[in-house]
Protein backbone atom coordinates (compact mmCIF):
# COMPACT_ATOMS: atom_id res chain seq x y z
CA UNK A 1 0.00 0.00 0.00
CA UNK A 2 1.28 3.29 -0.74
CA UNK A 3 2.45 5.69 1.85
CA UNK A 4 0.74 9.27 2.19
CA UNK A 5 2.82 11.98 1.66
CA UNK A 6 3.18 14.70 4.41
CA UNK A 7 1.09 17.55 3.98
CA UNK A 8 0.70 19.10 0.48
CA UNK A 9 2.09 17.36 -2.76
CA UNK A 10 4.01 20.90 -3.39
CA UNK A 11 5.74 23.78 -1.84
CA UNK A 12 5.43 27.03 -2.93
CA UNK A 13 8.30 29.27 -2.14
CA UNK A 14 7.36 32.98 -0.87
CA UNK A 15 7.42 35.55 -3.39
CA UNK A 16 8.20 32.59 -6.32
CA UNK A 17 6.40 30.69 -9.19
CA UNK A 18 8.75 27.73 -9.13
CA UNK A 19 7.37 24.92 -7.11
CA UNK A 20 9.25 21.87 -5.16
CA UNK A 21 8.61 18.28 -5.11
CA UNK A 22 8.69 16.84 -1.32
CA UNK A 23 10.94 14.87 -0.33
CA UNK A 24 9.97 13.31 2.67
CA UNK A 25 7.28 11.02 3.99
CA UNK A 26 6.34 11.34 7.82
CA UNK A 27 7.27 7.80 8.82
CA UNK A 28 11.27 9.55 7.39
CA UNK A 29 10.74 12.39 9.49
CA UNK A 30 9.39 10.62 12.79
CA UNK A 31 11.99 7.81 12.39
CA UNK A 32 14.94 10.31 11.66
CA UNK A 33 14.21 12.50 15.40
CA UNK A 34 13.50 9.32 17.25
CA UNK A 35 17.14 8.15 15.41
CA UNK A 36 19.15 10.96 16.56
CA UNK A 37 17.56 11.75 19.95
CA UNK A 38 16.53 7.90 20.99
CA UNK A 39 19.99 7.43 22.42
CA UNK A 40 20.75 10.60 24.28
CA UNK A 41 17.16 10.23 26.05
CA UNK A 42 17.81 6.56 26.87
CA UNK A 43 21.26 7.34 28.39
CA UNK A 44 19.20 9.43 30.74
CA UNK A 45 17.12 7.32 31.89
CA UNK A 46 13.67 8.23 29.88
CA UNK A 47 11.64 5.47 28.20
CA UNK A 48 9.98 5.71 25.23
CA UNK A 49 6.14 5.44 23.88
CA UNK A 50 6.69 4.84 20.05
CA UNK A 51 2.89 5.40 19.84
CA UNK A 52 2.56 8.42 21.27
CA UNK A 53 6.16 9.54 20.36
CA UNK A 54 6.28 10.34 24.15
CA UNK A 55 9.55 9.99 26.18
CA UNK A 56 9.03 10.36 30.04
CA UNK A 57 11.02 9.64 33.11
CA UNK A 58 10.13 8.77 36.24
CA UNK A 59 12.65 10.09 39.84
CA UNK A 60 11.86 9.30 43.46
CA UNK A 61 10.13 12.53 43.57
CA UNK A 62 8.81 13.62 40.08
CA UNK A 63 7.86 12.69 37.21
CA UNK A 64 8.91 13.98 33.35
CA UNK A 65 7.02 13.72 30.19
CA UNK A 66 8.36 14.83 26.73
CA UNK A 67 5.71 15.13 23.85
CA UNK A 68 7.53 15.48 20.89
CA UNK A 69 4.91 17.07 18.32
CA UNK A 70 4.75 16.84 14.34
CA UNK A 71 2.55 19.31 13.16
CA UNK A 72 1.40 19.90 9.48
CA UNK A 73 2.06 23.45 8.69
CA UNK A 74 1.54 24.86 5.06
CA UNK A 75 3.30 25.94 2.95
CA UNK A 76 5.72 25.07 5.36
CA UNK A 77 4.29 21.33 5.17
CA UNK A 78 5.70 20.56 8.56
CA UNK A 79 7.06 21.25 11.78
CA UNK A 80 8.70 19.55 14.62
CA UNK A 81 8.17 20.82 18.16
CA UNK A 82 7.80 19.66 21.42
CA UNK A 83 6.28 20.14 24.77
CA UNK A 84 7.81 19.63 28.36
CA UNK A 85 5.96 18.62 31.80
CA UNK A 86 6.84 18.39 34.91
CA UNK A 87 4.90 16.49 37.93
CA UNK A 88 5.62 16.87 41.52
CA UNK A 89 3.17 14.96 43.87
CA UNK A 90 3.00 17.89 46.36
CA UNK A 91 2.64 21.00 43.80
CA UNK A 92 0.03 18.97 42.41
CA UNK A 93 -2.30 18.09 45.63
CA UNK A 94 -1.70 22.07 46.40
CA UNK A 95 -3.17 23.03 42.65
CA UNK A 96 -6.26 20.86 42.83
CA UNK A 97 -7.20 22.80 46.05
CA UNK A 98 -7.64 25.88 44.40
CA UNK A 99 -7.70 24.81 40.66
CA UNK A 100 -11.05 22.69 41.16
CA UNK A 101 -13.06 25.34 39.14
CA UNK A 102 -11.37 25.44 36.48
CA UNK A 103 -9.95 22.33 35.42
CA UNK A 104 -10.75 21.44 32.12
CA UNK A 105 -7.36 20.01 31.19
CA UNK A 106 -5.09 17.61 33.28
CA UNK A 107 -2.05 19.23 32.53
CA UNK A 108 -3.18 22.64 34.58
CA UNK A 109 -1.53 20.40 37.47
CA UNK A 110 1.81 20.00 36.38
CA UNK A 111 4.02 21.68 38.08
CA UNK A 112 6.48 23.10 34.84
CA UNK A 113 4.54 22.86 31.48
CA UNK A 114 7.08 24.16 28.35
CA UNK A 115 7.32 24.58 24.54
CA UNK A 116 9.96 24.76 22.16
CA UNK A 117 9.69 28.50 22.36
CA UNK A 118 10.61 28.61 26.26
CA UNK A 119 14.37 27.45 24.88
CA UNK A 120 16.83 28.43 22.77
CA UNK A 121 16.31 29.16 19.15
CA UNK A 122 19.99 28.23 18.01
CA UNK A 123 19.27 30.87 15.36
CA UNK A 124 21.06 33.96 15.30
CA UNK A 125 18.07 35.60 13.24
CA UNK A 126 15.53 34.88 15.83
CA UNK A 127 15.13 35.19 19.19
CA UNK A 128 12.48 31.95 19.53
CA UNK A 129 11.00 29.34 17.83
CA UNK A 130 7.75 27.39 17.80
CA UNK A 131 9.04 24.22 16.03
CA UNK A 132 11.60 23.43 13.84
CA UNK A 133 9.98 23.47 10.01
CA UNK A 134 10.82 20.43 7.70
CA UNK A 135 10.50 19.99 3.70
CA UNK A 136 13.75 18.15 3.00
CA UNK A 137 16.60 16.38 3.81
CA UNK A 138 18.14 19.38 4.57
CA UNK A 139 15.60 21.01 7.04
CA UNK A 140 15.37 17.40 8.53
CA UNK A 141 18.51 17.19 9.46
CA UNK A 142 18.94 20.89 10.72
CA UNK A 143 15.90 20.33 12.55
CA UNK A 144 17.62 17.05 14.28
CA UNK A 145 20.87 18.75 15.32
CA UNK A 146 18.84 21.38 16.51
CA UNK A 147 16.53 19.08 18.76
CA UNK A 148 19.16 16.74 20.03
CA UNK A 149 21.25 20.17 21.60
CA UNK A 150 18.27 21.44 23.29
CA UNK A 151 17.55 18.21 24.85
CA UNK A 152 21.04 17.48 25.66
CA UNK A 153 22.54 21.10 26.65
CA UNK A 154 19.07 22.23 28.35
CA UNK A 155 16.08 20.39 28.59
CA UNK A 156 17.49 16.78 30.37
CA UNK A 157 20.06 19.54 33.05
CA UNK A 158 16.78 20.95 33.60
CA UNK A 159 14.69 18.24 34.70
CA UNK A 160 17.62 17.29 36.72
CA UNK A 161 17.23 20.75 38.80
CA UNK A 162 14.05 20.16 39.15
CA UNK A 163 13.83 16.62 40.37
CA UNK A 164 13.26 18.25 43.62
CA UNK A 165 11.29 20.83 45.95
CA UNK A 166 14.76 21.98 46.75
CA UNK A 167 16.69 22.44 43.73
CA UNK A 168 13.64 23.97 42.25
CA UNK A 169 13.65 26.53 44.93
CA UNK A 170 17.06 27.13 44.67
CA UNK A 171 16.57 27.54 40.38
CA UNK A 172 13.70 29.45 41.15
CA UNK A 173 16.09 31.76 43.53
CA UNK A 174 18.66 32.38 41.25
CA UNK A 175 16.47 33.36 38.20
CA UNK A 176 13.37 35.15 39.81
CA UNK A 177 11.68 36.31 36.12
CA UNK A 178 12.14 32.53 34.58
CA UNK A 179 8.36 31.31 35.43
CA UNK A 180 7.30 34.95 34.67
CA UNK A 181 9.07 35.19 31.26
CA UNK A 182 7.17 31.40 30.69
CA UNK A 183 3.89 33.61 30.63
CA UNK A 184 2.14 30.42 31.97
CA UNK A 185 0.13 31.17 35.01
CA UNK A 186 0.71 27.55 35.91
CA UNK A 187 4.30 27.78 35.88
CA UNK A 188 4.40 31.03 38.16
CA UNK A 189 1.71 29.56 40.68
CA UNK A 190 4.14 26.58 41.57
CA UNK A 191 7.12 29.49 41.83
CA UNK A 192 4.68 30.55 44.32
CA UNK A 193 4.03 27.36 45.84
CA UNK A 194 7.58 26.03 46.28
CA UNK A 195 8.44 29.31 47.85
CA UNK A 196 6.05 28.20 50.22
CA UNK A 197 6.91 24.06 50.69
CA UNK A 198 10.77 25.24 51.10
CA UNK A 199 10.74 27.94 53.54
CA UNK A 200 13.60 29.87 51.91
CA UNK A 201 11.94 32.54 50.51
CA UNK A 202 9.89 35.04 51.83
CA UNK A 203 6.33 34.23 50.57
CA UNK A 204 4.68 37.34 50.73
CA UNK A 205 7.50 39.17 49.22
CA UNK A 206 7.98 36.59 46.12
CA UNK A 207 3.63 36.88 45.94
CA UNK A 208 3.86 40.42 45.57
CA UNK A 209 7.46 40.46 42.98
CA UNK A 210 4.97 37.69 41.04
CA UNK A 211 1.80 39.73 41.22
CA UNK A 212 3.72 42.95 39.41
CA UNK A 213 5.75 40.59 37.18
CA UNK A 214 2.52 39.64 36.12
CA UNK A 215 0.74 42.84 35.89
CA UNK A 216 3.78 44.34 33.69
CA UNK A 217 2.70 41.59 31.00
CA UNK A 218 -1.09 42.03 30.87
CA UNK A 219 -0.25 45.29 30.39
CA UNK A 220 2.12 44.89 27.26
CA UNK A 221 -0.84 41.94 26.17
CA UNK A 222 2.19 39.05 27.26
CA UNK A 223 -0.23 37.62 29.62
CA UNK A 224 -4.10 37.27 30.01
CA UNK A 225 -5.45 39.36 33.30
CA UNK A 226 -6.50 35.45 34.13
CA UNK A 227 -2.89 34.45 35.41
CA UNK A 228 -3.49 37.50 38.27
CA UNK A 229 -6.48 36.20 39.54
CA UNK A 230 -4.60 32.67 39.80
CA UNK A 231 -1.82 33.93 41.77
CA UNK A 232 -4.08 35.43 44.01
CA UNK A 233 -5.99 31.99 44.89
CA UNK A 234 -2.54 30.13 45.09
CA UNK A 235 -1.51 32.65 47.34
CA UNK A 236 -5.18 32.78 49.74
CA UNK A 237 -4.69 28.72 49.32
CA UNK A 238 -1.16 28.69 50.67
CA UNK A 239 -0.19 31.14 53.14
Given at each position: ???E??G????M?????????????????????????????????????????????K???????????F???????????????????????????F????????????????????F????????????Y???????????????????????????????????????????????????????????????G????????T??E??K???????ETR??????????????????
Open positions: MARKIRPLYEPNSKQSQTLELWLEDVQSYIYKVTGPLMKHARFHFDRSQFIYSRNKKSFEELSIILNKFPVNYRVGFQLEIWHPQIRQIKESMHEILNRESYLCSIILTTKDSSRDPDREFVKGPVRDYRDLFMAGDALTQTLQYELVPLCDRFSTIEHMDSFFESKPDWTLDSCSGGNICTDLIVALNRKRDLARYQLKGIQQRILMHPDSRQLLMLCYEAIR
